[in-house]
């Protein structure tokens, strides 16, 4: 859950200029490619800072936007960080200001035609609205060629229509190139920026001087490599393997033929037809709670492993390494594309239903609650641990009275107002547990054994 008051005031003032023109174009650009993935709220925030540009010398505050948008200051802060993950918005904020000021900076969105071939963004959007809205979408925007063959060019030229200037009037010409000052013009969209940076150094050490130049790397090469090995999920040493294909006959690197060594992998890792997978995604680093500082305690360090690791680590970490189940792969990946849940959760929600239903991920079950946590807008690894503590209080509570005096479970007295996270077994020491096989009835003890003390803890 984000805590807006750490980052901003309803009383905090701001003014909002733009890189450059915007135009009406730009508008339908946002609501159609833009709008699936950043969400309504990210994209009327654009569109209520696009009409405040430049319209007062004197700052607006915060309260006022809340006010305009009808949206608390949490909700703000988090479509603020969209458009700013998106490339749409750059934030300044005024050193040593109180009140604080800040600075919105509207940035121009991509062309439709830099926007379908960015490798990036279209790939999301495919992912958010699927093959058929997204052919819809490219169709919308195609510029259709019009067959000229037919036609001939009766346009006037210059000279038929105009004048020569006189020789007493080409002193104006003088006064005219020394016009001082710059003019409106529209900007380039920004180039997206990655949190967790890429190892070139380590593919460096991988590339080979006599198929790769030194120059090679330019910055726009750069960019595409981080973009590739975010939605591809690659590493430095399958990135220099794409990267040499690429610039195998040229010594330099080819963006779209670097893109299709980088999907033909892909699709021979994962099987043909296949996207990147959302089951391989983490939580975001915004809705993290523990990041840049080491977990404290034991219900920290399993906030943390829900943080750090993939649904498909999860269960390969159920499984003891085994590699998951295809069925279970696309339950969890439609999960993560039907309600938007981030991984952090979805890692509680498998664990937790592992745990309760016998290790098995029955379908209904897992969507039922899935569809309940993001009704309640479940975001963060804490929130989705007390709504599994609730869903377990709810099961028990549920049960005829002998029947839970028969199967209630040991109780851990803890103190009114704490209760404490036991880390699971397998996450202590995996290794050690895939060397030592023990039985059955053991596995199933300790994988059980953290869900009981965290359950019994409330």
């Known amino acids: 859950m984000l805590q807006s008051w750490k980052e901003v005031l309803p009383g905090d003032h701001y003014r909002v200029k733009a890189d450059g023109q915007l135009h009406s174009f730009d508008q339908r650009v946002i609501t159609c490619l833009y709008q699936p993935l950043i969400g309504i709220e990210a994209a009327s925030m654009y569109f209520t800072l696009w009409q405040e540009i430049d319209d007062s010398e004197e700052f607006l505050t915060h309260h006022h936007l809340m006010g305009t948008m009808n949206v608390s200051l949490d909700r703000i802060l988090s479509a603020r960080k969209k458009l700013e993950a998106i490339g749409l918005l750059q934030t300044l904020k005024k050193k040593a200001a109180s009140p604080g000021q800040f600075l919105y900076r ?90 967790n940076a890429f190892d070139f150094k380590k593919m460096d050490m991988l590339l080979s001087d006599a198929i790769l130049s030194e ?13 590739l090995a975010f ?113 952090g959760v979805v890692n509680v929600l498998i664990d937790y239903i592992s745990k309760v239903n016998d290790h098995n991920l029955n379908k209904s079950f897992v969507e039922k609650v899935a569809a309940q946590w993001a009704r309640a807008n479940v975001r963060t690894v804490r929130q989705a641990m007390t709504y599994a503590r609730e869903e377990q209080r709810k099961r028990e509570q549920q049960k005829p009275a002998s029947s839970a005096r028969s199967t209630k479970r040991p109780y851990r007295k803890t103190s009114k107002n704490e209760h404490h996270e036991v880390v699971p077994e397998w996450m202590k020491n995996q290794s050690q547990q895939e060397k030592q096989p023990s039985s059955n009835d053991d596995e199933v003890k300790q994988r059980a054994k953290w869900l009981e003390d965290y359950l019994n803890s409330i």
Not at 122 to 133: A, H, I
Not at 145 to 174: C, G, L, M, N, R
Not at 215 to 227: F, P
């Open 231 to 343: 939605v591809y999920q690659m590493d430095p040493y399958d990135m220099s393997r794409a990267l040499q294909a690429a610039a195998l006959h040229t010594g330099t690197v080819d963006i779209e033929k670097l893109r299709k060594e980088v999907r033909d992998f892909y699709l021979l890792e994962h099987g043909p037809d296949e996207m990147p997978a959302l089951y391989e995604r983490t939580q975001p680093q915004e809705e993290r709670e523990i990041k840049d500082i080491e977990p404290q305690n034991e219900e920290e360090q399993l906030i943390a492993w829900y943080e750090r690791n993939s649904p498909y680590q999860l269960l390969e970490a159920l499984g003891r390494g085994s590699k998951p189940a295809a069925p279970d792969l696309r339950l969890i990946e439609n999960l993560m594309f039907d309600t938007k849940l981030n991984p």
């Open 106 to 195: 509207l940035e121009p969105p991509l062309t439709p035609d830099l926007f379908f071939k960015d490798g990036f963004l279209n790939l999301f959007l495919y992912r958010q609205v699927g093959p058929r809205e997204y052919k819809k979408l490219s169709l919308q925007f195609a510029d259709v060629p019009v067959q000229i063959d037919s036609y001939e060019d009766v346009s006037a030229h210059f000279d038929d229509v105009f004048e020569s200037i006189s020789t007493s009037e080409s002193v104006d010409e003088t006064i005219a190139a020394q016009s001082p000052g710059s003019w409106k013009a529209r900007a380039e969209a920004p180039k997206i920026s990655f949190s």
């Open 215 to 227: 120059d090679a790397l330019t910055d726009e090469v750069k960019l595409s490599i981080e973009k």
